[in-house]
């Protein structure tokens, strides 16, 4: 989709939708066709077809007076009091209007009114535009008869004067953003016979060629034993397809400066290895390495911005099968920091291949280091489907990261990593178990990782509840792209 961002409307455009804001009070631009149709947007009020305040839509078309074929009111909080939860509902009713429209253009006036109190014009446009890219989303990769797009193919968003040019960066990052989500979205969405670690390992190489800034650098099976990588080899062992850590590094700021490290987990497709999942839903464990594929997002959207940092993406790519090679149940391993690990449980893989990841990225010297992780289902049952889980060694990291969340509605809320918690991974044969029981499933694998993170600022997000959706709706949502970016753009 075409999208700009200008100060006046364009003329005489009769094929395309035009957007307006209906509060309480008809004012603005609605104002203006209500006057020049002859009052038709108070006739559509007082029958009830048009609910101000509701972020419901009500389509016009053929307005006396009005050169676009079609209006489109939507439903707006009163001026100046609305939340950016209710602007992003008002975005959505638009986007989703649009889409089931068959408009093939539309004119967004992008007015005050609807406006959060003290947030700026340019979150507004991002959010806006973000939301509208995201919404023509279709996943046809593995279909005969492809889903058909919609009709929708430009949008203008009118914005005063004055904050034209700001509000032009904002459009190209929410652009960005959602382009971002959309590739996470179809590498998650992606068959596991298909979306392999080698795949994206490719896939990898193939993002590099989009930015001189950009290089990767591919970790095979025997490079990783040689670093002594034996937690994360543990988890493929048991798999004919290889494992891989993928490093894709992007250097937009001056050497000196340290790089934000993002570190997805990739287990493309997870069984649960011996200790096996129950079979119903488990097609859903392709949907393992969401973590990965958020990394994934984020670096193509650095890729279309190309910001003034440095940022290295990292992805620890391995697939957990049952073999006559696979890990048992009581296996010791040890990890690349020289710590043993007891596997007491087959399926808790993804903390193994984090474990050596962490480590490997010391060698980045990093600013911080953010995991991002499909990794428990006590995280589902302590924040559902609405919240990742943040579990951090600094609270700074942890708040700014919140902070990420609430501005752009990808939300996460902070979990405690007391010391209280970490006798449960004790062993009686090893340093630690790869498990600390069902008591705080969530925080103890975020302990587990803790071990391997001392020696930087480091974050954790568990994702297993906001990754992707089920039933009618099922497929990758490309959570945590938005708070990813909204982080590593305001470190830029």
Same mark, same amino acid.
């Given at each position: 989709?075409?999208?700009?961002?200008?100060?006046?409307?364009?003329?005489?455009?009769?094929?395309?939708?035009?957007? *307006?804001?209906?509060?309480?009070?008809?004012?603005?631009?609605?104002?203006?066709?209500?006057?020049?149709?002859?009052?038709?947007?108070?006739?559509?009020?007082?029958?009830?077809?048009?609910?101000?305040?509701?972020? @419901?839509?009500?389509?016009? $078309?053929? #307005?006396?007076?009005?050169?676009?074929?079609?209006?489109?009111?939507?439903?707006?909080?009163?001026? @100046?009091?609305?939340?950016?939860?209710?602007?992003?509902?008002?975005?959505?009713?638009?986007?989703?209007?649009?889409?089931?429209?068959?408009?093939?253009?539309?004119?967004?006036?992008?007015?005050?009114?609807?406006?959060? @109190?003290?947030?700026?014009?340019?979150?507004?446009?991002?959010?806006?535009?973000?939301?509208?890219?995201?919404?023509?989303?279709?996943?046809?990769?593995?279909?005969?008869?492809?889903?058909?797009?919609?009709?929708?193919?430009?949008?203008?968003?009118?914005?005063?004067?004055?904050?034209?040019?700001?509000?032009?960066?904002?459009?190209?990052? /929410?652009?960005?953003?959602?382009?971002?989500?959309?590739?996470?979205?179809?590498? /998650?969405?992606?068959?596991?016979?298909?979306?392999?670690? *080698?795949?994206?390992?490719?896939?990898?190489?193939?993002?590099?060629?989009?930015?001189?800034?950009?290089?990767?650098?591919? #970790?095979?099976?025997?490079?990783?034993?040689?670093?002594?990588?034996?937690? $994360?080899?543990?988890?493929?062992?048991?798999?004919?397809? &290889?494992?891989?850590?993928?490093?894709?590094?992007?250097?937009?700021?001056? =050497?000196?400066?340290?790089?934000?490290?993002?570190?997805?987990?990739?287990?493309?497709?997870?069984?649960?290895?011996?200790?096996?999942?129950?079979?119903?839903?488990?097609?859903?464990?392709?949907?393992?390495?969401? /973590?990965?594929?958020? *990394?994934?997002? %984020?670096?193509?959207?650095?890729?279309?911005?190309?910001?003034?940092? +440095?940022?290295?993406?990292? *992805?620890?790519?391995?697939? +957990?099968?049952?073999?006559?090679?696979?890990?048992?149940?009581?296996?010791?391993?040890?990890?690349?920091?020289?710590?043993?690990?007891?596997?007491?449980?087959?399926?808790? &893989?993804?903390?193994?291949?984090?474990?050596?990841?962490?480590?490997?990225?010391?060698?980045?010297?990093?600013?911080?280091?953010?995991?991002?992780?499909?990794?428990?289902?006590?995280?589902?049952?302590? #924040?559902?489907?609405?919240?990742? %889980?943040?579990?951090?060694?600094?609270?700074?990291?942890?708040?700014?990261?919140? &902070?990420?969340?609430?501005?752009? /509605?990808?939300?996460?809320?902070?979990?405690?990593?007391?010391?209280?918690?970490?006798?449960?991974?004790?062993?009686?044969?090893?340093?630690?178990?790869?498990?600390?029981?069902?008591?705080?499933?969530?925080?103890?694998?975020?302990?587990?990782?803790?071990? $391997?993170?001392?020696?930087?600022?480091?974050?954790? #997000?568990?994702? %297993?509840?906001?990754?992707?959706?089920? &039933?009618?709706?099922?497929? =990758?949502?490309?959570?945590?792209?938005?708070?990813?970016?909204?982080?590593?753009?305001?470190?830029?």
């Amino acid at each position: 989709m075409d999208i700009k961002v200008s100060a006046t409307a364009p003329a005489k455009q009769t094929n395309a939708t035009l957007v *307006v804001p209906l509060h309480k009070k008809i004012s603005g631009v609605c104002a203006d066709i209500n006057k020049r149709s002859d009052n038709a947007i108070t006739r559509a009020v007082k029958r009830g077809d048009a609910i101000a305040e509701h972020s @419901n839509a009500l389509m016009l $078309f053929e #307005l006396k007076k009005v050169t676009s074929e079609r209006v489109m009111l939507v439903g707006a909080a009163e001026p @100046n009091k609305s939340s950016r939860a209710q602007f992003r509902a008002y975005c959505k009713t638009i986007a989703k209007t649009l889409k089931n429209s068959g408009s093939v253009m539309a004119i967004i006036h992008l007015e005050k009114t609807v406006f959060v @109190n003290n947030v700026d014009a340019a979150w507004h446009v991002q959010t806006l535009v973000q939301i509208l890219v995201e919404s023509q989303y279709i996943f046809n990769l593995h279909s005969g008869k492809k889903k058909p797009a919609s009709a929708l193919k430009k949008c203008v968003v009118v914005v005063s004067k004055s904050e034209m040019r700001v509000c032009a960066k904002a459009a190209d990052q /929410g652009v960005a953003i959602a382009n971002g989500q959309a590739l996470a979205r179809d590498l /998650g969405n992606l068959a596991p016979n298909i979306c392999t670690p *080698v795949y994206l390992a490719k896939q990898a190489q193939a993002l590099a060629k989009t930015n001189s800034k950009m290089t990767t650098k591919i #970790l095979t099976e025997a490079q990783m034993k040689k670093l002594g990588m034996g937690a $994360f080899l543990s988890v493929s062992q048991g798999s004919r397809q &290889e494992a891989r850590l993928i490093c894709m590094e992007y250097r937009g700021a001056d =050497a000196k400066k340290k790089p934000t490290v993002l570190l997805g987990k990739g287990v493309t497709f997870d069984t649960g290895g011996i200790s096996i999942k129950p079979s119903a839903a488990m097609d859903e464990m392709k949907f393992d390495m969401c /973590g990965a594929a958020s *990394v994934f997002g %984020a670096m193509k959207a650095i890729s279309e911005l190309s910001p003034k940092c +440095n940022v290295i993406g990292v *992805v620890a790519a391995a697939e +957990n099968m049952p073999d006559g090679d696979a890990s048992r149940p009581g296996d010791v391993v040890t990890t690349m920091s020289g710590q043993t690990v007891e596997i007491l449980n087959t399926d808790a &893989e993804g903390r193994l291949v984090l474990c050596d990841s962490l480590t490997y990225v010391e060698r980045y010297k990093p600013a911080a280091v953010i995991d991002i992780a499909t990794l428990t289902g006590a995280c589902v049952v302590a #924040l559902g489907n609405v919240s990742s %889980a943040i579990m951090s060694n600094d609270h700074e990291l942890a708040d700014t990261l919140f &902070e990420a969340g609430q501005t752009t /509605g990808d939300l996460a809320w902070e979990l405690p990593l007391w010391d209280e918690y970490q006798s449960q991974l004790d062993s009686n044969f090893a340093d630690m178990g790869n498990i600390g029981g069902s008591p705080a499933g969530a925080i103890t694998a975020g302990c587990f990782l803790s071990r $391997f993170a001392s020696n930087y600022k480091w974050a954790h #997000l568990d994702i %297993a509840g906001v990754a992707w959706l089920k &039933e009618a709706a099922k497929g =990758a949502t490309g959570r945590p792209v938005p708070l990813l970016m909204e982080y590593v753009l305001s470190h830029a």
